[in-house]
């Protein structure tokens, strides 16, 4: 049964304290890994897709990278505004279904 | 700015009662999908729909049904609300081919 995990499920940081998430995957035939940002009552904003291992993708603080098994989102220097709910999830489960880790609740304090 | 767009951010419903939850994408994406999100339970597929007037059975399908009338919209329904379909109810949609979604706001439904 394909699998998606993240860790930790909650990540507190000060200001500017760098850090990574991550998201490991058990699927067949990996189709692509989308990572979103969920801001609280909200709907999930999309981030990054990534294809393929090695493959990198950035925008303004995040980077998000990708190997065989997982990827890491990383933060750079995180401010106040970087906090919300971190998804990531694979294609799985049949035409155009993708299924989606639990998330990480990154809080980012001043 | 393209979007997709729920009705209502809040609702409030009685047991029993049939509840309609619309959502419309002005992308002209093929695929729609209806989520509930349960917090330790993550993002789980009621229904999708990849084309007008088609449906598929997510993961979840028990006490809700959709509707697809034209490419735009999607509609779920509650057909008798119970309290355990509290929850936050998100659309998304995509074009064929492509797993990345857009998402709507969502709409917070409490049944009481």
């Known amino acids: 049964e394909d699998q998606v995990t993240q860790s930790p499920e909650a990540l507190r940081l000060q200001e500017g304290e760098s850090s990574s998430l991550n998201c490991s995957y058990t699927v067949s035939g990996l189709r692509g890994l989308f990572w979103y940002r969920q801001d609280p009552g909200k709907g999930p904003e999309f981030l990054f897709t990534l294809y393929s291992a090695g493959e990198e993708k950035e925008k303004e603080r995040l980077k998000a990278t990708l190997t065989k098994k997982e990827s890491f989102l990383h933060i750079t220097a995180p401010k106040p505004e970087d906090s919300a709910t971190y998804l990531c999830?694979?294609?799985?489960?049949?035409?155009?279904?993708?299924?989606f880790g639990t998330g990480t609740k990154l809080q980012v304090i001043p | 700015d393209v979007k997709v767009t729920q009705s209502s951010r809040y609702l409030v419903k009685r047991t029993g009662e049939k509840v309609f939850l619309e959502c419309v994408q002005d992308?002209?994406?093929?695929?729609m999908f209806w989520y509930r999100q349960d917090p330790g339970l993550g993002l789980r597929l009621i229904y999708f729909?990849?084309?007008?007037?088609?449906?598929e059975k997510g993961d979840i399908p028990e006490g809700y049904s959709v509707s697809r009338e034209k490419k735009e919209r999607f509609s779920l329904i509650l057909e008798s609300a119970s309290t355990n379909q509290t929850s936050m109810y998100l659309c998304?949609?995509?074009?064929?081919?492509?797993?990345?979604?857009?998402f709507g706001s969502g709409t917070r439904l409490t049944v009481v």
């Open positions: 729909s990849y084309d007008v007037k088609m449906k």
């Open positions: 998304a949609s995509s074009f064929s081919g492509n797993y990345g979604y857009t």
């Open positions: 999830a694979v294609p799985s489960g049949g035409y155009q279904k993708v299924t």
């Open positions: 992308m002209d994406h093929e695929n």
